[in-house]
């Protein structure tokens, strides 16, 4: 869908420089590069849950399950993707009402017995933040920089 309104989020680095229609109905010749920079992607994106889920205590906590919900949902898509062999040409990869009501509801009931949902248990992964250095308002403050 993205790609027909000529947008294109697949980074250069890991897909080269595919022009946004091949990206609609991929040929069968770059279809495998697809397949390998969704699996790349898809690996990295869930390093970024899991630093994430482990950050959740430097949020307000009023926010906090809102956003540990809305990760699970949308890392589930990922998990559809994963499915289908990253084929994202074959159709719209999206999570059913139900797989979202049961990740809403094991991410709410985990978070009773998870003391880093509260506070802070375990740091998370500061590397993922390297390519956010020198971004207006990412500067960490001095306690919480490793």
Do not use: M
């Amino acid at each position: 869908d993205d790609a027909k309104l000529n947008r294109r989020y697949l980074p250069a680095s890991l897909l080269g420089e595919i022009e946004v229609g091949q990206l609609i109905t991929p040929e069968p010749s770059i279809q495998s590069e697809l397949k390998h920079c969704l699996k790349t992607l898809l690996t990295l994106a869930d390093q970024y849950y899991k630093s994430g889920e482990a950050g959740l205590h430097y949020l307000p906590l009023n926010a906090r399950a809102a956003i540990l919900v809305a990760g699970r949902v949308y890392r589930e898509i990922g998990q559809v993707l994963k499915a289908r062999d990253f084929a994202y040409w074959e159709g719209r990869a999206f999570v059913t009402p139900r797989v979202k009501l049961y990740r809403t509801a094991a991410a709410i009931v985990g978070t009773l017995g998870n003391p880093g949902f509260w506070y802070e248990r375990q740091q998370h992964d500061l590397a993922l933040h390297a390519a956010l250095e020198g971004l207006p308002g990412t500067s960490q403050p001095a306690e919480h920089a490793n």
